[in-house]
């Protein structure tokens, strides 16, 4: 099967409507160039299909969908809400909807707005068609710039999870007068509304960025790491090839492909099989620090954590808890406009009790002041 927009459709479209020229230049500023030619192989059904144009639009045509895509200033409605699946499942509306809908559009003298919206939704759904998440012969550089450039409705068909949380159906941790320990930090109500406990898989959560529990390579291995891994797909490790490994402490970001979340943050925790000393509790809090600073400086806003290290590398949770706690609390101290919530996921129901046990201590509730007289 095979669809092709060329000039001469162009023209004809042009006939119809005198806004064209305006369309034209609108077009030719959004980087679409007029004679795109998005041939696709397969048939509906097939596993092919979609999957290999016979011409495959080159870089700066895809960039240019990307760019197409941002250009718009509508939300379009009746856009393509699922457009394929990960899986490569067809999707609802086909290429033939919106050349339909580009023709009437302009037949009946709408928007240039509007038809700027059904073009580039047009290049975009050519575009979905070359996704498929599930394989690792694709373009990781091409797939994360696709899947960053669409919004969260449109990024949703995209995720291979068998479900997902939303952020606003995390609630917020309330800030409790704690036990007999006095708090270590000074209450601060500008982050009151910024701290969750969340119980459960970290891959599920459909937010800007979890962070991963990862050894040096940024291969994969088991835990959280293996759990991220499976779920994103097999882009995710291409990607994180390119990235040379990282250091104990250090955090580097990804895409998180086939996840809810938007980025993955990969930090590597300190090994504390053989104990715990100034060095690995350095490190550990380096780990919290670096993923925050990796996820603001993407903008993104929300995050969540695991426990790193606490797993496989042996370090003891009851004192893991206070370098995450410190670190999230003076990052936040300093930066608390940047984010957000700040995430704690806690697979384990001991490091949910450990949690709420401490965080009065780094996020105290107000002081109740007893009157002298
Ligand atoms: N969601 C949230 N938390 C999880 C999940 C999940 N799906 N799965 C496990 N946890 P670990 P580490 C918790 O061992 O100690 C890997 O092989 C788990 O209960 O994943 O930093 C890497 O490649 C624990 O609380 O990470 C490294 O080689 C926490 O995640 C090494 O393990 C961290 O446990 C890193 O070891």
Not at 228 to 243: T, V
Request: charged share 20%; glycine share 10%.
């Amino acid at each position: 099967m095979a669809f092709q927009i060329s000039a001469s459709h162009i023209r004809a479209v042009s006939c119809m409507s005198s806004s064209m020229p305006r369309v034209r230049s609108d077009f030719q500023r959004a980087g679409v160039k007029f004679k795109h030619f998005f041939t696709l192989g397969g048939s509906p059904g097939s596993p092919q299909f979609g999957r290999t144009p016979v011409a495959s639009p080159a870089r700066g045509e895809v960039d240019a969908a990307i760019r197409a895509h941002r250009f718009s200033t509508t939300t379009a409605a009746g856009a393509p809400r699922k457009f394929v699946q990960a899986n490569g499942s067809s999707l609802p509306r086909g290429r033939s909807g919106w050349l339909g809908k580009f023709a009437l559009g302009a037949a009946l003298g709408a928007s240039t707005a509007a038809l700027v919206q059904s073009f580039h939704t047009g290049v975009i759904t050519a575009m979905s068609h070359k996704i498929n998440l599930g394989s690792a012969e694709g373009d990781w550089k091409e797939t994360k710039a696709f899947l960053l450039s669409l919004s969260l409705e449109d990024r949703r068909p995209y995720y291979r999870t068998s479900g997902s949380v939303s952020l606003v159906d995390i609630p917020v941790w309330t800030p409790t007068a704690g036990g007999s320990e006095p708090s270590r930090y000074q209450r601060n109500q500008k982050l009151d509304q910024k701290i969750s406990v969340y119980s459960g898989d970290i891959t599920m959560l459909e937010i800007d960025a979890i962070v991963n529990a990862a050894n040096k390579t940024l291969l994969g291995g088991g835990g959280v790491d293996g759990a991220i891994h499976r779920a994103a797909g097999p882009l995710l490790k291409k990607e994180c090839a390119s990235l040379n490994g990282c250091e104990t402490g250090e955090a580097k970001i990804t895409c998180g492909y086939g996840l809810p979340a938007k980025y993955v943050i990969h930090t590597v925790g300190p090994i504390a099989q053989g104990g715990v000393g100034e060095q690995q509790r350095r490190a550990l809090k380096s780990c919290y620090k670096n993923s925050l600073e990796a996820a603001t400086s993407n903008a993104a806003r929300s995050v969540a954590f695991p426990c790193i290290s606490t797993g496989i590398y042996g370090y003891p949770p009851e004192q893991a808890v206070h370098e995450a706690l410190a670190a999230v609390r003076e990052f936040l101290d300093a930066h608390h406009d940047k984010l957000d919530r700040v995430i704690f996921c806690v697979f384990l129901p001991t490091d949910k009790e450990l949690y709420l046990q401490n965080l009065p201590l780094y996020f105290p509730a107000e002081t109740t002041v007893r009157s002298k007289l």
